[in-house]
Structure formats: structure tokens, C-alpha cells
């Protein structure tokens, strides 16, 4: 509590042992006041803008281009031509190079993206610093190693880029989920249309120059910023080859609908209700870290989030105890103080959101538990939040949050978890919490579930594919698998 309100201004009591404020300097970002769009390797006017903020103070940060349809078919001409010019038939080994650059410009300019990620974004500079950045570069690094290695990837296939791709992105890892898509794409010598989610642009603006000073060739990377309508218009572009996408279920559906029959390729990352199951013969203290890194990492905004907390009854109590005092000493604040565990919520309309399932969640009868904390007046916050006493059936349990708030459920044997488990129409992720080998790999042989992570939670590595079953999507990014979307096998 008294970090909580040291957090929030207050100073603390003589004796008291508290963490010191520790922000991180902003003065490593240089923001313009406008943004253009990038296409053709130059900054074009666009025909509207919007102002672009922090949502931890409200305070507006950048004006940016609400791209239109007439802008789209710019970036996407600019992408075909590239991608005639050059791109695609240049040797692996040379397209190579250029992702090896950016890669190792990240990491250069990492604290200056980290800065910015958690200022537009909301989360913590922590987290920015120490997974979204090393993720992006490491992403880079791992499929330049793969451009001039396509033949051996996919033996007697004679595997072709595909053309354009247009690329539409969330706001949960603005930066990450930029390089999870154009990565690959690029590896497999595509050109990319991609365009950010409308309220975290700037790391996608930034990252123009550090393809400025790979000296990518103009047009093989077209970034334009908007709204869903800027989206749609990437979807509905008769010049686009192949469309990924990252963000709700509800678009999801609504892009695989429009693309029915246009023979332009999809690949579809949507939403998750996760199963974090623990068994009682886990190690606790442990299973209480990952508990808490599956739902609060990033306010829960993240697909895969561990949001349903299955635990064993048998040890149903100390477990919940010991996550009640383990969410007393999370850190909810300023986004670009160190020491922060939990920042703000992405965006008021996010906020309403949360807020409207967590009340849903009091009226269908469920307990809810939130540690004493004092959130700042300005901006968009949600305490960490644990529902007990949760029926199946209770719309926390069956809908997406995107918040952090945890549900939890009970369950005696290995069969009724597995079963609760999959009674969902998602299947992104899963977490397995037990001492016991053989369960784990009987558990992960059953969960319909794309990545099951076994005594941790939120892992990832760019080896590793990642992707859904069922209304979670379809196609995996990261690893040997996430080439195969960027390429086509006829002669
Ligand atoms: P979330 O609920 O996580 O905000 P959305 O699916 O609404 O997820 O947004 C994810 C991305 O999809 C954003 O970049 C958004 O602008 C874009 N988007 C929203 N609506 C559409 C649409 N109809 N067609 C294409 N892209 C869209």
C-alpha cells in the first residue's frame, strides 16, 4: 500500500521500505509534432490527421495521418513497384544484409523505442525495455538468417515470395507485432503495406527511419497510419497479395468474410481466453509469479494472457491467498518509472471495456478482490482485479477482457481440467502447473490450444511458432512456420 501511494506522489512513512521514483528520461525521444505517411520511401502528406496521445496522462503527443483509401493504393503501388524492381529477385544473401541492419539498429536506438513504446502505449518501461525490445531485434535477427536459406527450409518446393503484403496491426505490442509481420515478409522477399493500430502509431513512425538509415530500397516497407477504415481499405485493395492480421476476433471474422473467394492469402491472430492450470503438486510460490505474469504482464493486454486460473482444489485456498498478497506488492503507475509493474490501460474506449465486464462479472454473483491502490487522476487505469467464486458460464469467464482481470475457476481431476479448459471457443495458449512430467505432456497432447507453456507463462522467442485453433485464428508466426504465409510453391 505505501508503494502504492508513494507511486501516486505521496512521501513515504520514516522506516518505510519503499521503492524511490525511478523514471526514465524522455529526452532520448525526439517527437515532430506531424507525421506524414510513409510511402516510396517518403513522408506524403495525407489527406486527414488525428492527434495521437499518452494515454497514462492524456496529454497529446503527435498529430498523424488518417490514411484514405487514395493513400492506401499509393503505399500499395509503391510496394509493387518495389517489389518488380528488385526486391524479389534479389539474392537471399543481400536481402539478408538489410534485415541483419535493422536488427542491429535496434538494438542501437532500443532505449529510444523502449521510451517511446511505453509513452504512447502505456506500458512499462520495463517491459518495453526488457521484452518488447530484444524481442523486435531478435525477430529480425532470426529470420535474416533465413532469406538465403528458403530452398533448405522448404527441399524440392521451389518456394517464391508472394507479392504485397498488407499487414494490420494491434496495439498491445505496437513495435513487436511490426516485426513479427514484417520480418518474414521481408526475408521471403515480399513487399509490405502495414499499417499500426490507430492509437499506438509512433513506433511504427520511428521505425521509417531506422529503415531510412538500412538504406532499404524505397517502397519495399509503405507504412500508413489510420483507423479501421485505413485497415479495410489495406483488405479490400485488389493490388494486395496476402493480408495478416493481428487484433479482435470480430474484425478477424469480418477480413476473412471480405477476402472469401479473392484467393488472396489470410493468416488471422485473434483472440484468446487462456487456461493457466495448476495442479497441487507444483511448486506454488513459483505458479503465483507465473499466475501474475500471465493475466498482469502488460494490464492483460496481451491474446494469449492466462485469464482463466484453473486451480486444483485441494489447494484452491492457499493459493488464492498467497495471490492476494502477491497482488499487494504490484506497482500500478507512471509507465516510464522503473520500478512500474502495471501502467495504464491502451485507451478510453479499452477502459470502458474492461470496466463494463468487471461489472458484468459483480451482477452474475462472482467475488471480486482488488489490492488497496491509488490510481493516478489522470489517464486511463484499471486496478489489478481476481475474481473468486466464478461459474463457467459468467461472461468473465467465456469473453475476452484484454484487461487485468483473473478469473478463477476450481477443478479436481486432470480430466474436468482439461475439459473446463477447452470449453472455450478460443485456443491460443495454455499454461500446465505441476511437478509431474508425464501430466504435462498428457495435458499438452489434449489442450486445444496453439502454445502450451509448462511451469511459466508468456515465453516467446522468434524459433518458436505462435498461433491459434479455433476463433483464435489460423497460420503461426515466428519460427520455420511463419515463412510459409509469405510464400507461394507453384512453378
Ligand atoms: P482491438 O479490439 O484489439 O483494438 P481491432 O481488431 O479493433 O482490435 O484492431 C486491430 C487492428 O485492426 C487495428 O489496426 C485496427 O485499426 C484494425 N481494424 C479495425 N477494423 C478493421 C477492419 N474492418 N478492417 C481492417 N482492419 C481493421
Keep these: 500500500m505505501a508503494e502504492l501511494d508513494r507511486a501516486a506522489g505521496s512521501p513515504a512513512a520514516p522506516g518505510d521500505w519503499t521503492y524511490a521514483p525511478a523514471p526514465e528520461s524522455r529526452d532520448i525521444v525526439h517527437l515532430r509534432e506531424r507525421y506524414g505517411l510513409f510511402i516510396g520511401g517518403r513522408w506524403v502528406e495525407p489527406s486527414e490527421t488525428y492527434a495521437t496521445i499518452s494515454p497514462s496522462s492524456e496529454e497529446p503527443l503527435a498529430v498523424v495521418g488518417q490514411a484514405s483509401p487514395a493513400d492506401v493504393e499509393r503505399a500499395v503501388a509503391a510496394a509493387r513497384a518495389a517489389f518488380a524492381d528488385g526486391w524479389s529477385s534479389l539474392p537471399g544473401s543481400e536481402r539478408a544484409k538489410y534485415l541483419f541492419r535493422i ?16 509513452m504512447n502505449g502505456g506500458k512499462p518501461i520495463k ?18 538468417g533465413w532469406a538465403d536459406k528458403l530452398e533448405y527450409a522448404f527441399p524440392n518446393r521451389t518456394p517464391k515470395p508472394v507479392g504485397v503484403a498488407g499487414q494490420i496491426i494491434p496495439w498491445n505490442f505496437p513495435l513487436l507485432m511490426l516485426a513479427w509481420k514484417v520480418a518474414p515478409a ?16 509512433l513506433t511504427a513512425l520511428l521505425f521509417c527511419d531506422v529503415l531510412r538509415q538500412a538504406e532499404l530500397p524505397a517502397g519495399v516497407v509503405n507504412i500508413v497510419t489510420g483507423d479501421g477504415s485505413t485497415g479495410a481499405a489495406i ?19 469480418a477480413i476473412q468474410r471480405r477476402l472469401a473467394g479473392s484467393g488472396k492469402k489470410l493468416t488471422l491472430e485473434l483472440g484468446g481466453k487462456a487456461a493457466n492450470i ?9 505458479a503465483v509469479e507465473g499466475i501474475v505474469n500471465g493475466i498482469y504482464f502488460n494490464q492483460g493486454h496481451v491474446c494469449c494472457a492466462g485469464s482463466r486460473l484453473f486451480a486444483q482444489e485441494s489447494i484452491y485456498e492457499p493459493l488464492v491467498d498467497k495471490l492476494k498478497m502477491r497482488l499487494e506488492t504490484l506497482r500500478v503507475g507512471d509507465p516510464l518509472d522503473k520500478n512500474t509493474d502495471v501502467g495504464a490501460i491502451n485507451s478510453a474506449m479499452q477502459l470502458d471495456k474492461i470496466r463494463e465486464l468487471v461489472e458484468s462479472g459483480r451482477e452474475e454473483g462472482a467475488d471480486i478482490y482488488q489490492p488497496p491502490c491509488r490510481l493516478p487522476e489522470k489517464g486511463y487505469w484499471f486496478a489489478p482485479t481476481v475474481f473468486t467464486n466464478v461459474a463457467q458460464s459468467y461472461r468473465i469467464a467465456q469473453e475476452e477482457i484484454f484487461g487485468p482481470v483473473l478469473s478463477v475457476l476450481t477443478f479436481r481431476t486432470p480430466e474436468e481440467a482439461l475439459e473446463k479448459a477447452n470449453n472455450t471457443p478460443y485456443g491460443l495458449s495454455a499454461g500446465v502447473w505441476t511437478e509431474k512430467g508425464s501430466r504435462i505432456l498428457w495435458m499438452a497432447q489434449r489442450l486445444r490450444a496453439g502454445v502450451v507453456w509448462a511451469n511459466t507463462y508468456n515465453r516467446f522467442d522468434p524459433t518458436s511458432p505462435f498461433g491459434g485453433y479455433k476463433e483464435s485464428g489460423f497460420g503461426r508466426e515466428g519460427g520455420l512456420h511463419g515463412l510459409e504465409p509469405y510464400l507461394r510453391f507453384d512453378e
Excluded: M, W
Design 103 to 118: 536488427a542491429r539498429i535496434l538494438q542501437e536506438r532500443a532505449r529510444e523505442f523502449a521510451v517511446l513504446e511505453s
Design 127 to 144: 517491459e518495453s525495455r526488457d521484452v518488447d525490445l530484444p524481442l523486435a531485434a531478435a525477430h529480425f535477427f532470426y529470420y535474416a
Design 186 to 201: 521481408l526475408a521471403c522477399g515480399n513487399t509490405v503495406v502495414l499499417k499500426p493500430a490507430e492509437t499506438t502509431p
Design 235 to 253: 483488405v479490400d485493395n485488389p493490388d494486395v497479395d496476402k493480408i495478416a492480421f493481428t487484433g479482435s476476433t470480430e474484425v478477424g471474422k
Design 278 to 286: 495448476v495442479f497441487d503438486d507444483c511448486a506454488l510460490d513459483q
